[in-house]
């Protein structure tokens, strides 16, 4: 019986690439309308401002903890390394801040520690908060969560957030000295195995996935749905590193008409953009799930028996 169920529903689905492409094109076209027809670009703007708010505490957290663990120089090393997938004007001053830091005294930095973790984790805690309301805000939940229960929820994101980071960090940089150290050839044969930005595209897949399908709404999102957006997401905001660096060294000099801020300005545009990506993999995702549930819809008013037996009318 599952095996018939099976083969009718799959002889159900249409196999015309024309029509799965205009299915495609139709379901981008409303996540955008999704995206752009609403009032999205305040989340926009809050999410930025406390993403901009907390990185550089988080930065000052990171040295702190670099300077009990192992040094300070190490880590402003390593930083540097992962701040490549920065655009190469914003790239500067986080690299000044590392170098700043790394120089610091130890007593000073561990004072300066704890007082950037009260901002980091302030500033992170409303960000998060920002960016999930912006996702559900997109997804037309109906059944929102409460006060206590959506501060919780952020919370809680936010710290497995930084748990992803730490885990893929620590293996990432373990593969660096492994191959290194220990002269590990098939590891230290691999580029891509050493590139941030393959490690940040893992990163960005499977925690916006994750995000696509545990908090975007109360109920579980389709895991179809919240893979392409998580891959969505992470192409966006690797594009937008991209096309970023490219529009500020080739084509516009934003020096000239923002001065010694202009690195700040750049900063924030690649913030944007990535907040934007983020928000358009929420609407795709959601997006996607509609147009699963319609299909799956269709599929089982198909009768699993196959066509009834086509009955005479009577003789009159």
């Known amino acids: 019986m599952a095996a018939l169920q099976f083969m009718s529903r799959l002889r159900a689905v249409p196999w015309d ?9 139709l379901t981008l076209g409303r996540a955008l309308t999704r995206l752009w027809g609403r009032d999205v670009m305040l989340y926009t703007g809050g999410v930025s401002f406390f993403s901009l708010l907390a990185i550089f505490p988080a930065l000052a957290i990171l040295i702190t903890v670099y300077s009990l663990l192992s040094s ?19 790239r500067g001053i986080l690299t000044q801040e590392l170098v700043r830091l790394a120089h610091a005294p130890h007593v000073a930095m561990t004072a300066q520690g704890g007082f950037a973790l009260l ?9 998060f908060k920002a960016m999930l309301a912006g996702l559900s805000f997109i997804h037309d939940e109906d059944e929102p969560r409460g006060f206590v229960g959506f501060n919780v929820l952020a919370l809680v994101v936010l710290v497995a957030t930084f748990a992803l980071l730490s885990v893929v960090s620590a293996v990432f940089l373990g593969l660096r000295v492994m191959g290194s150290a220990f002269d590990l ?3 230290r044969g691999v580029s891509w195995l050493y ?31 919240s893979l392409l957006g998580g891959f969505s997401a992470t192409a966006l905001c690797l594009f937008a590193s991209w096309a970023i660096a490219v529009y500020v ?51 089982a008013l ?8 086509r009955v005479s009318p009577p003789e009159s």
């Open 195 to 225: 590139s941030e930005w393959t490690w940040a595209t893992v990163v960005l897949i499977l925690g916006m996935s994750l995000i696509y399908r545990w908090a975007m709404s109360s109920r579980p999102v389709n895991w179809r749905a």
């Open 185 to 187: 050839k098939p590891l």
């Open 119 to 127: 901002i980091g984790l302030y500033a992170s805690h409303r960000g």
């Open 17 to 25: 690439p024309l029509y799965w492409l205009r299915v495609a094109l």
């Open 302 to 309: 198909v009768d699993p028996r196959g066509p009834a037996p």
């Open 72 to 90: 300070p120089a190490q880590a402003a090393q390593e930083g540097e390394a992962l701040a490549l997938i920065v655009p190469e004007g914003a």
């Open 249 to 299: 060294e080739q084509i516009a000099t934003l020096g000239a008409t923002y001065g010694s801020i202009a690195t700040v300005v750049i900063f924030l545009i690649w913030l944007s953009w990535n907040v934007n990506a983020i928000f358009f993999g929420g609407a795709l995702a959601t997006e996607v799930e509609i147009s699963i549930d319609a299909h799956e819809a269709r599929l």
